[in-house]
């Protein structure tokens, strides 16, 4: 037996202020679509700003149903509706803010493994990384370079 060691490397900006411009203007636009989000069971609300190769920003905010497997989350959201209106085009950047109701959220939110399983598809299909920033309500900021960062040994189409 042998034993494999993985590892995974994050940027931390100490808050959305520290920021690039050109990413905190991402950010923004994140949290101000989370506060859309319908979130009527989980009281939990996240948002998604994706910015595209042709200047274009798609937004994201998760949508709940009674039917809990029916719902979708903001990162999903936003992902299929960048590919569905703009199928060409690269996804460079991808902005993710939440927070809940009841309760202050200060830790960085990353995405659950549907949503990483879902963007590492469009990550293999344009065959270059995807930088996610992700936070809470407040508080730090973390970078992945790369979806593959956040789910090593992804399962593609290469294995079908």
Do not use: H, W
């Amino acid at each position: 037996m042998k034993k494999i060691t993985i590892t995974s490397e994050f940027s931390v900006f100490e808050n959305l202020m520290t920021l690039p411009s050109e990413i905190q203007n991402l950010m923004e636009m994140a949290i101000s679509i989370r506060k859309k989000a319908y979130a009527p069971y989980s009281k939990f609300r996240v948002g998604v700003a994706i910015l595209l190769d042709n200047g274009q920003i798609v937004l994201g905010s998760n949508q709940e149903n009674a039917a809990y497997p029916s719902g979708l989350c903001a990162e999903r959201v936003a992902i299929f509706q960048a590919g569905a209106i703009y199928p060409e085009a690269t996804i460079l950047k991808l902005a993710i803010s939440a927070t809940a109701d009841e309760k202050p959220v200060a830790s960085p939110i990353p995405p659950c493994g549907a949503c990483r399983q879902s963007i590492a598809e469009y990550e293999f299909k344009q065959d270059t990384p995807i930088e996610i920033y992700f936070m809470g309500e407040t508080g730090e900021v973390y970078l992945s370079k790369s979806l593959n960062n956040l789910l090593p040994l992804a399962f593609d189409k290469k294995f079908l």
